[in-house]
């Protein structure tokens, strides 16, 4: 990689994904609230079949194919958000999160959750 000379600061948020030190601001694509819909059904369809059913493993099977394609979307987003920030530029600051902590609040959770922050700070 060639040296740009440049330095950026990052600030991650839940209304933009990042804000850098220019003022620029990347949009948070929030995967998992645009895929709740189809996930309820989903998870409405496993509740229905009988227990033990092939037809209810089938069905738990789909389910678990849709949070994974949520969560390849995510880590996608992130890894080629992040390659893009790391070749602009030579040196990246950003801000150390404790996510954990963060999570525990109960409103941001899903939110907190769906950003994706530690896969783009990897």
């Not at 493993?57 to 987003?77: E, P, Y």
Request: proline share 1%; with cysteine; net charge positive.
């Amino acid at each position: 990689v060639n040296p740009t000379g440049k330095t950026v600061g990052l600030d991650v948020g839940l209304n933009s994904f990042y804000t850098n030190s220019q003022g620029d601001k990347i949009d948070n694509h929030r995967y998992l609230r645009k895929s709740e819909k189809s996930l309820k059904r989903l998870q409405k369809k496993v509740s229905r079949k009988k227990k033990g059913s092939n037809n209810r493993k089938k069905a738990i099977n789909r389910l678990g194919r849709k949070h994974l394609q949520v969560s390849r979307q995510r880590k996608d987003f992130a890894v080629k958000t992040a390659l893009c920030v790391v070749k602009s530029n030579d040196l990246v600051a950003f801000e150390k999160l404790q996510v954990k902590n963060m999570v525990k609040n109960s409103k941001l959770a899903k939110s907190i959750s769906d950003v994706g922050w530690s896969l783009f700070t990897q």
